[in-house]
């Protein structure tokens, strides 16, 4: 199909697909999240509403918006994250604060945050920065990684406030395909973290 981009005048095509490497906590973790989420909302008079329970995610890495589905970054990203999924044993994530990100003036990011306990975490998008610039895909490998869980967003700024801890163990990369605009995850493949040695 052309684009409206091949025709003079008209602007690039509006992206409508993104594409990310992220880790999703099990079903009834997602939940405890949702919980969670609800109840800071209500304890601190914010308006925005909690993302839905089965879009809670770590993401790892963004790999783009597209006017449509690219297939090479569908494949070389599948190479990164196999590699780095083969390199690295399941590991346990631990979020136990709840802060919003005050880089935007509205709609800002409510997440939730840990320290200490996500160093499995941060080595492991280490190895998968490797494996991405392997598979020509270092340009998404930036560096300043923020690991954080989106709740929801709100105009209202949230300073940094202690959680009862939420941890699940991590045993698997997932590729998704984000259709922006539509609030909908279609998730593309998986690959379980297996590490060395492991049959």
């Keep these: 199909m052309v684009g409206q981009s091949s ?10 697909d993104r594409l990310f490497l992220a880790l999703f906590p ?23 509403r ?20 690219p297939p090479d970054v569908v494949r070389q990203a599948g190479v990164a ?11 346990t994530v631990t979020f136990d604060r709840a802060e919003s990100f005050a880089s935007m003036p509205r709609n800002r990011p ?23 610039k392997k598979a020509n895909l270092g340009h998404w490998a930036k560096p300043g990684y923020t ?14 406030t202690p959680v009862p801890p939420v941890a699940w163990t991590a045993g698997e990369v997932v ?10 995850h279609v998730h593309l493949a998986r690959w379980p973290l297996s590490g060395p040695g492991s049959h």
């Design 26 to 48: 099990p079903p009834d973790v997602a939940l405890e999240i949702a919980e969670l989420a609800a109840r800071i909302r209500d304890s601190h008079a914010l308006r925005g």
């Design 110 to 132: 409510l997440v939730l945050r840990g320290e200490e306990s996500l160093s499995a975490l941060m080595a492991f998008h280490r190895t998968l920065g490797v494996a991405l």
């Design 147 to 160: 690991p954080h869980v989106t709740l929801l967003y709100d105009d209202k700024l949230l300073g940094a």
């Design 175 to 184: 590729l998704v395909h984000s259709l922006l605009g539509a609030t909908r």
């Design 7 to 16: 025709f003079p005048g008209f602007e690039e095509a509006k992206p409508t």
């Design 81 to 91: 994250a196999a590699e780095a999924a083969a390199a690295t044993h399941p590991f």
């Design 50 to 69: 909690p993302l839905e329970a089965v879009r809670f995610h770590i993401t790892l890495n963004h790999l783009g918006d597209y006017a449509g589905l």
